[in-house]
Structure formats: structure tokens, C-alpha cells
């Protein structure tokens, strides 16, 4: 279908696309790749009546390193992610996931800044960033401001940004020594959306797991965190009986929905078994 | 595409007084967020709502009505019926709501509704449909609850009786608190009234689910006609398979061509070597 009637702004600097969404309100729409807005768009689900497009703001994509963290501009694609040397040794999860997103086109196209922005629990990123105690930087007529990714999410399709404001960039803690990642995404068939997702960190201490993070994707209205489970693995044998276990607790707190392609019973099912592999993939057993 | 959800609350007035509110429909119907009163004529009220989540808006024009009342049981019917205005899509809904007395001048509301909606919100799967319905409702029954918990509570003078919960966000200082957490306990139970499939609604539970919607928003005075539920979006979840259902033929076609060629190329080939 052909998306309704909008008008189109292509800023070249940060200020500008920040002055003109403001001036476009409530019904204006930050765009970046378009890979979760244009399918709204031409399906007329959504009907904004500007759009701004910051795929002129060369100083929004790329890696940084920050020191102890990595500053992932908000214009990166799922591409760069899965192929940039700093991600890859600091932030492997990121890479590793953002491989699993959809497919190719998609990945050249959608940005990290766009999966979080907008807001789907389906999606693979959000999950992830949770998982790593990131933090979002936005820009808005007030100036910047940091958000920590469990307070990003507030509902389905919804975040806590405001509509003037662009997210820019995503700060994520750089991975010590001794992590060990993995996400486990069970599809009904390949490039599909995650019927559920986990995104699982691990830190292995002789013989053992010192600390977990797992984050969950499409098991509620907003990505979330095992934290059951987490406590759990903290602590247990690095064994993947032991994981196992401790995985059984993944879906506590969370509240899945149900739809054509999943009961909620059996989501919660799927939330525990790739816990227990995500976690023994993490772990290194 | 149909769903049922249920909720219940309790409010501090006896079941006379929230009866009252229940049946005037300027009060009620306020208690539907997004919505907005363009007619009212006796038990008729004509009017459009906007179901808006993150970037996805539909809006339903139609119409409410208040098919059944009947004071002995305290059950009230209302039936909605909306069309999309941008679309072709519908919503309607059958919202079953009685009351009894619970204790000491309180009262116990329970809600049932079944609701259905076609077009393309309802290509997407239930689990939007889930999303956005759900929330509507829930949102509509915290809102009554408010509504009731107040129109009473200036009766009463705000007897005390709090029922926890200091909703901050809605303007009416004094309003009597009302119970609306419990409106999450949303038992979703398949079967849907005799519409094309059923199956369960989970309650989605008191996320803040924005309180301070309903009487703020509506600005005409009498607002609400409850074609809910929109469904949203997703699309591009609900896309993909679709996709993938034109794209899969054509690669296996490709393929099979593909096979063939080499496998004829072979055989060329090998015609040619020997």
C-alpha cells in the first residue's frame, strides 16, 4: 500500500532535526532506516504528518570507545554492528545478536537507534541492551539526557523519550574478562520475529558462575529481565544440569502475551529451555 | 478476530449509588480513553475514538449503546460498533457490567467484555489485538472505577473508606480512592461469542497503564462511545510471514531451475568428455 500524505525534512545537523521536530509535535516521527516505521506507514497504521529523517547526521553512526564503555551511535546499522572490531571485543553479544535480525536488506538498513526507539518487545536489541545495563542518550529541546535501559521501556511500542527528542547514541559497559555471552532465538521460520528471545551474559569464576544477566525478548510488553533466574545461576556449578535449574525460573515476573503464533504457557515454556541453553552457552559448557 | 477479557473492582459506595452512575451515560462514557461524544439520543450515543500506541493511531467512528438494563441483577449491557475512518476496517464490543454488594457499603463490579475486530489491525494476530484491547480496557474499567469511587465520594463525604492506591495524575482532589488494581485480574477465557476464533486473553497486568487520561482528554462533555480496540500494529511481525509466503515459491523455483541447468549442464558436459 502507499503510506497517507506526511512531509519529509532531511536535516544536516543535530539541531536542526531536533528544531524541526519540535516544530512538528505530536505528529512528527523521527526516521533512521525506516525498517519498523515504513511497514506502519504503508500499511496505514500510522499516519504522521512529518517525518524527519537523520540519515544525514553522519555524527550519529559509528563506535566509539569511551573507555570503559562503548558509545554505539544511534545510526549504526545491524551491518556495522555485527562487523565492528570494538563490539566484536567488547560487546560481542551485540554483534552476535544483531546477526539474527531479520535479513540481510533489513540489517543494511535498520539501525540499533531505531529497534529501540521503537519500542517493539519482539524485537532483538532491546533485549540485549537490557541484558547489559546500557544506557540511552537523548537529545532533545532541553538539551541531552541519559536514560538507563530498564527505565527506556515503558509499553508496548513505547518509551519513555519524549516526542521532541532523538535518541543519539547507546552507552553499553564494556564486557571484562571472563564473560561469556549468547542469545537464543526460537523462531517459527528463519528472518521471523523472536516467538521468544533470551539474551543471556555470564561470568565464569572458577568453575562456577560468579554472575548472570539475562534479558528477555517478546515475554511481556516491554523486553525484561530474569531476574529469578539470574540469582539463581549466580553462584551454581557451571554445568548445564546446574543452569538448567536455575533457568527454571526464567519467565517469574514476566507476563507473555498470547497470539496466532503462541500460547502464553508455552512462551513461558520456551523463556526456561533457552535460558538453560543461553546460559550454558555463555558459560562455556 | 474476537477476545474476551474480564475485570473486576471494588469501589466504596454502597450499590445503589454506583448504579445510579452507571446508568448515566454522560458519566460513563467519559471512562473510554481516546474517546469523544459527537451525539447523544436516550440510550444512543454516537461518537469516534482514537486508540493511539507509540507510533500506530486508528481511529473508529460509531456508536454505543445501552442495550439492556436491569436494575434487579444491576447488570448493564452496553454494545459498541465502530468503523475504521481510514479503513475498512471494524471494532465492535459487548461490555457486561453488574454489581453487588461487597461488605459495608461497597460495592463489587465486575466486567465482562467480548470484543471483535476486522480489517487490517486484525491481520496482525492476537497479540496485538490483546495489546491494544486489553489496554483499553483496563484503562476504561480503572477510570469507571475512579469515576464511581468519586460521584460517590462526594456523597458520602469520603467515607474513609480508602481502598489503598493514592492515584496521583487525575485531577479530582478528594476523590475517594478506589481499588483499580484490581481491575488487572483479567481472567482470559477462550471461547468467544460465537465469532471466528477464540482463544485466551492474558490480562496484562497494571503496567501504569496511564490513569490520567479519560476525564482530562475528553473535552466535550460527554464523551464516549466504546468502539474499542484497535489493534495494533506490528505490522512487520505480522508482515514477514506474508512475505515470505510470495518470496519462498519464487526461490524454489529459482532453485529448481537452478538444478536443472546444472544438472543439464553435466550432462553436457560430460556428453561432450566422453
Not at chain 1, 571484562?176 to 520475529?193: D, S
Not at chain 2, 478476530?1 to 450499590?15: C, I, K, Q
Not at chain 2, 494476530?125 to 475512579?146: D, S, T, Y
Amino acid at each position: 500500500m502507499i503510506p497517507a500524505k506526511f512531509d519529509y525534512v532531511r536535516p544536516s545537523s543535530l539541531p536542526e532535526a531536533v528544531q524541526a521536530l519540535a516544530g512538528g509535535g505530536d505528529d512528527a516521527k523521527v526516521i533512521a532506516g525506516g525498517q519498523s516505521l515504513l511497514p506502519l506507514l504503508r500499511l496505514r497504521l500510522a499516519y504522521p504528518e512529518l517525518l524527519v529523517d537523520i540519515g544525514g547526521l553522519g555524527e550519529l553512526a559509528g563506535v566509539r570507545d569511551a573507555g570503559d564503555s562503548l558509545v554505539i551511535g544511534a545510526r549504526t546499522t545491524h551491518y556495522s554492528l555485527i562487523r565492528d572490531p570494538l563490539i566484536r571485543e567488547h560487546c560481542g553479544l551485540i554483534a552476535a545478536t544483531a546477526a539474527t535480525v531479520a535479513d540481510p536488506a533489513v540489517r543494511h538498513r535498520g539501525t540499533i537507534g531505531g529497534s529501540l526507539a521503537h519500542g517493539d518487545p519482539a524485537g532483538d536489541l532491546p533485549a540485549v541492551i537490557l541484558a547489559l545495563d546500557a544506557t540511552l542518550v537523548a537529545t532533545g529541546p532541553g538539551g541531552e539526557r541519559e536514560i538507563g535501559a530498564a527505565d527506556f521501556f515503558v509499553d508496548y511500542l513505547t518509551t519513555s523519550l519524549s516526542p521532541g527528542e532523538i535518541l543519539t547514541s547507546v552507552r553499553v559497559p564494556k564486557l571484562g574478562p571472563g564473560w561469556g555471552f549468547r542469545y537464543e532465538k526460537f523462531q517459527p521460520t528463519a528472518q521471523a520475529w523472536a516467538i521468544v528471545g533470551v539474551a543471556a551474559l555470564a561470568r565464569r569464576d572458577n568453575g562456577h558462575v560468579a554472575e548472570a544477566r539475562i534479558g528477555l525478548t517478546n515475554m511481556g510488553t516491554v523486553p525484561v529481565r530474569a531476574r529469578a533466574a539470574e540469582a539463581a545461576a549466580a553462584g551454581a556449578p557451571a554445568s548445564r544440569e546446574a543452569l538448567a535449574a536455575a533457568a527454571r525460573q526464567a519467565d517469574e515476573g514476566s507476563s507473555p502475551p498470547a497470539d496466532l503464533r503462541a500460547a502464553a504457557d508455552y512462551r513461558r515454556h520456551l523463556a526456561r529451555v533457552l535460558t538453560g541453553r543461553a546460559l550454558a552457552r555463555a558459560a562455556g559448557v | 478476530m474476537a477476545m474476551e477479557l474480564d475485570h473486576a473492582f471494588t469501589v466504596p459506595v454502597p450499590p445503589d449509588q454506583a448504579w445510579d452512575v452507571l446508568l448515566d451515560v454522560k458519566r460513563i462514557a467519559p471512562c473510554m480513553p481516546g474517546a469523544t461524544v459527537d451525539e447523544v439520543d436516550g440510550d444512543l450515543v454516537t461518537g469516534h475514538i482514537k486508540v493511539k500506541v507509540g507510533p500506530v493511531s486508528l481511529t473508529y467512528r460509531g456508536t454505543a449503546n445501552f442495550s439492556e438494563r436491569d436494575p434487579d441483577a444491576r447488570t448493564i449491557v452496553v454494545t459498541a460498533s465502530g468503523k475504521e475512518t481510514r479503513g475498512a476496517g471494524t471494532a465492535s464490543a459487548t461490555v457486561q457490567a453488574s454489581l453487588e454488594p461487597s461488605g459495608d457499603d461497597a460495592t463489587k463490579v465486575t466486567m465482562h467484555t467480548t470484543m471483535n475486530v476486522t480489517g487490517r489491525p486484525a491481520q496482525f494476530g492476537r497479540g496485538v489485538m490483546v495489546e491494544v484491547g486489553g489496554k483499553l480496557v483496563e484503562q476504561f474499567a480503572q477510570n469507571l472505577a475512579q469515576q464511581l469511587g468519586r460521584d460517590s465520594g462526594a456523597d458520602t463525604g469520603g467515607a474513609g473508606q480508602s481502598g489503598g492506591q493514592a492515584d496521583t495524575g487525575n485531577g479530582a482532589a478528594g476523590s475517594s480512592p478506589t481499588d483499580s488494581a484490581d481491575s488487572a485480574d483479567s481472567a482470559g477465557s477462550g471461547g468467544s461469542a460465537g465469532s471466528a476464533g477464540s482463544g485466551t486473553a492474558t490480562g496484562n497486568g497494571a503496567h501504569g497503564t496511564g490513569t490520567a487520561q479519560a476525564s482530562g482528554t475528553t473535552a466535550s462533555s460527554a464523551p464516549a462511545p466504546a468502539p474499542p480496540a484497535a489493534d495494533h500494529i506490528n505490522m512487520i511481525r505480522l508482515v514477514a510471514p506474508a512475505l515470505l509466503k510470495r518470496v519462498v515459491p519464487v526461490a524454489a523455483v529459482a532453485a529448481g531451475i537452478a538444478l536443472l541447468s546444472r544438472r543439464f549442464w553435466r550432462r553436457m558436459h560430460k556428453g561432450a568428455g566422453a
